[in-house]
């Protein structure tokens, strides 16, 4: 298990991880799934975002 970490730390996976989760946090991402619409994120269920993306690419 540990070279297996070593190898991911090896391959700039911590550093993906590290800008990924700040860019979480900056965007007040608080858990999954969290839904952006044209960079504005979403506070509503699945069902209502697919119909909100089927109008906007229509």
Known sequence: MV???N???NN???EKI???RQ???DSSVAGTPTWFINK???NSS???ISGTL???TK
């Open 46 to 48: 699945a069902s209502v």
């Open 7 to 9: 190898d991911s730390a």
């Open 12 to 14: 700039g996976i911590d």
């Open 40 to 42: 504005k994120k979403v």
């Open 3 to 5: 070279d297996k970490y």
């Open 23 to 25: 860019l979480a946090q």
């Open 18 to 20: 590290k800008r990924d």
């Open 54 to 56: 089927e109008e906007l």
